[in-house]
């Protein structure tokens, strides 16, 4: 593959008292993955020097950059967006919640998502954070942010969202996310429903699939038995698919969450 279709991917670091820098490290020890993209990871590239010692990758070289444009892009080398987010790496702790680790989660988040909106990056990867140590470093500022999706939603101005998941040709999108079961069941909505099968179909079309078709999950035990185990489907569920089949959306539902293993 030509230079010129290597894409540059931009790897957020994570939650440096987490597994983040170590996957990291692992993953961009493999020199395959040069063929196919331009790896960056954005973070604190002393957390990446000392995650090569954990995972036993000592032989690859951290090259600490200050802007995306003095990557290396080799492999064998592992270019790191510095942003200097731990002040002294032997005195923090892993594997503990702090406001350092949540503080250094969010800003490489941030970073990046600023790296693809000035068109340096043409993907973003994000590592695991954990949203407890995030929240408590944006306390001070009166921020909140329930996840990822709920970041990049903020900080490229968008509206509608929703998080999918994806293997193969499988993909999954939810309409709650980051909140109790009890609050889960009160956001399906009508409303909702809709629009989560709206950009469901959207995105699947945006990746190519000309004509997606779409199941929609029931919410009770046996979709609610027309009622008999709970009205969400007839008030909610079933509305939101009438709709989007009136849009031409091709929808099957609601699909009952557990099914009878008699025959």
């Known amino acids: 593959m030509s230079e010129a279709y290597r894409p540059i991917v931009a790897i957020t670091m994570g939650d440096p008292a987490g597994n983040g820098p170590e996957i990291t490290v692992k993953a961009l020890a493999d020199a395959a993955l040069y063929g196919r993209c331009r790896p960056i990871v954005v973070g604190d590239a002393k957390m990446i020097e000392q995650a090569k010692g954990f995972v036993g990758h000592p032989e690859v070289t951290v090259n600490p950059v200050s802007s995306v444009a003095d990557a290396a892009f080799g492999s064998g080398t592992i270019d790191v967006y510095h942003l200097d987010l731990v002040s002294d790496v032997s005195a923090f702790k892993l594997g503990e919640v ?96 809709l629009e989560v099968i709206e950009l469901g179909a959207a995105a699947c079309r945006d990746l190519g699939i000309e004509n997606p078709k779409v199941a929609v999950a029931g919410l009770n035990p046996h979709a609610g038995e027309h009622g008999l185990f709970g009205s969400e489907e007839i008030d909610e569920i079933i509305p939101a698919i009438e709709a989007a089949r009136a849009e031409g959306i091709e929808v099957e539902g609601p699909i009952p969450p557990t099914r009878s293993s008699r025959r």
């Open 98 to 193: 702090s406001v350092e680790g949540g503080n250094a989660a969010f800003q490489s988040v941030k970073r990046t998502i600023e790296l693809a909106l000035a068109g340096e990056v043409d993907a973003t990867v994000t590592n695991a954070l954990s949203k407890e140590a995030m929240n408590l470093a944006l306390a001070r500022d009166r921020m909140h942010f329930d996840g990822h999706t709920e970041i990049y939603a903020t900080y490229t101005g968008t509206k509608k969202y929703a998080m999918m998941l994806a293997h193969h040709d499988f993909r999954v999108v939810h309409v709650s996310t980051h909140c109790s079961l009890r609050e889960a069941c009160n956001r399906v909505k009508r409303e909702r429903v």
